[in-house]
Nanobody
Framework: VQLQASGGGLVQAGGYLRLSCTAS????????MAWYRQAPGKQREMVASITSGGTIIYTDSVKGRFTISRDNFKNTMYLQMNSLKPEDTAVYYCHAVYLQSYWGHGTQVTVSS
């Protein structure tokens, strides 16, 4: 499975962005899809995940601001990011699991203060 992330960019604090992660094939069977991020000098961290059954988990720092979703018909996962903060600045990666782990290339999100 190839994953292509898009939607990153430069936004002011308080703004919003919507990231998309499009898979090369059907995502229906992908057990878990997730967004991770890695800021300069920091370890990669999971931001949000969604299972094929619809179970969702968010890291505490984005709860109430970010929303993860997946559209099986479009083979795409989304991350709606509202009320962005400078500390959200990072490269965002999409990730999927089905028998093995798959990573997409990252998309840069920069939030200016």
């Amino acid at each position: 499975v190839q994953l292509q992330a898009s939607g990153g960019g430069l936004v002011q604090a308080g703004g919003y962005l919507r990231l998309s992660c499009t898979a090369s094939r059907s995502i229906y069977s992908l057990n878990v899809m997730a967004w991770y991020r890695q800021a300069p000098g920091k370890q990669r961290e999971m931001v949000a995940s969604i299972t094929s059954g619809g179970t969702i988990i968010y890291t505490d720092s984005v709860k109430g601001r970010f929303t993860i979703s997946r559209d099986n018909f479009k083979n795409t996962m989304y991350l709606q990011m509202n009320s962005l903060k400078p500390e959200d600045t990072a490269v965002y990666y999409c990730h999927a699991v089905y028998l093995q782990s798959y990573w997409g290339h990252g998309t840069q999100v920069t939030v200016s203060s």
